[in-house]
């Protein structure tokens, strides 16, 4: 599967931004779908993951109560509402998509197979 993000930009503490990840190439709704984000200097870390349906979703502790991890199967897309950002949020995205293993804890962003290019959210403070 093909991950391809998009929806990144400047914009000032307080505001909010929508990421957009398109999926092709393979079948959608086999996957659990994943955001993560990478600072400049810092490791990767897990924001937010969808389950195969989008009925369950998972925070990281950092982002709980502003984002919102979201997908529609219909379009092969999944989305993360990012309200009220932060300076601290300031990070290149990632989409992953991640086929559903016995027994990992996906929901904490552990053994994703797929991952697209990075979209740059910039948060002014």
């Known amino acids: 599967v093909q991950l391809q993000a998009s929806g990144g930009g400047l914009v000032q503490a307080g505001d909010s931004l929508r990421l957009s990840c398109a999926a092709s190439?393979?079948?959608?709704?086999?996957?659990?779908m994943g955001w993560f984000r990478q600072a400049l200097g810092k490791e990767r870390e897990f924001v937010a993951g969808v389950s195969l349906s989008g009925v369950s979703s998972y925070y990281a502790d950092s982002v709980k109560g502003r984002f919102t991890i979201s997908r529609d199967n219909a379009k092969n897309t999944v989305y993360l509402q990012m309200n009220n950002l932060k300076s601290e949020d300031t990070a290149v995205y990632y989409c992953a998509a991640d086929v559903p293993k016995y027994g990992t804890v996906w929901y904490r962003g552990v053994g994703f197979d797929y991952w697209g290019k990075g979209t740059l959210v910039t948060v002014s403070s």
């Open positions: 190439g393979g079948t959608f709704t086999t996957y659990n």
